[in-house]
């Protein structure tokens, strides 16, 4: 059973710029969530996806954002990169979501000079 | 507190028994998670408890729950040099929000020969 896929797993990118990351989940589950995970503030939720429809949200600005595809792929974009978006995104998935059964992927190094 | 709470470091020796502590913020929290963080890797979901359990037990592991005083521990038995990492506990509020894990800060486990 393949489990989760990030890409892609490097990403160098310049201030200003934007930077759209890739999950797809293991097959069947339906819910992706998204993590960003900093050496100063740890594993922070950006966001909740079920069924193409967010479920639940973070507290980041506007500039975060994501969607999901009928196939429950997922992909979260960054407008306007900043220094501070340097980051490893970690995403997950779960069958139904509601707190079980997470698997996370690999993550995407994301760093922005 | 607000916060989900872990010792940042714990140095053992190969062999002995390893103890990570956690306090967690929601005494209504469904699922409290146990994760392990490899360098440059994802998130590894070692074991989990749901709250209605003081005990589980999954060979070397042990996990402890006392809901009263909102604490979790993993115990590892007879600790070997490959479980060095960085484990992170987990809980799973169910306050109206859906998909999302609250995490510690982890704790970084280094075993010696």
């Known amino acids: 059973k393949a489990g989760v896929t990030q890409t892609p797993r490097y990403l160098i990118k310049t201030r200003g710029q934007q930077v759209t990351l890739s999950c797809s989940p293991i097959?069947?589950?339906?819910?992706v969530s998204w993590y960003q995970q900093t050496p100063g503030q740890g594993l922070q939720f950006l966001f909740e996806y079920f069924s193409e429809t967010q479920r639940n949200k973070g507290n980041f600005p506007g500039r975060f954002s994501g969607r999901q595809f009928s196939n429950s792929r997922s992909e979260m974009n960054v407008s306007t990169l900043e220094l501070g978006d340097s980051a490893l995104y970690l995403c997950?998935?779960?069958?139904?979501?509601f707190g079980y059964g997470y698997t996370f992927g690999s993550g995407t190094r994301l760093t922005v000079v | 507190g607000e916060d989900v709470e872990q010792s940042l470091f714990l140095s053992v020796r190969e062999g002995d028994s390893s103890v990570i502590n956690c306090t967690y913020t929601?005494?209504?929290?469904?699922?409290l998670y146990w994760y392990k963080q490899e360098p440059g890797a994802g998130l590894q979901l070692l074991t989990y408890?749901?709250?209605?359990?003081d005990m589980k037990q999954d060979q070397r592991l042990t996990v402890l729950l006392n809901k009263k005083d909102k604490h979790l521990s993993l115990r590892i038995a007879d600790t070997q040099t490959g479980d060095s990492a960085i484990y992170f506990c987990?809980?799973?509020?169910?306050?109206?929000?859906?998909?999302?894990?609250?995490f510690g800060k982890g704790t970084k486990l280094s075993v010696k020969p």
């Open positions: 929601d005494s209504s929290s469904t699922y």
């Open positions: 408890i749901f709250s209605n359990m």
């Open positions: 097959s069947g589950h339906r819910s």
């Open positions: 997950a998935s779960s069958p139904t979501g």
């Open positions: 987990a809980e799973s509020p169910p306050r109206g929000s859906q998909g999302n894990l609250i």
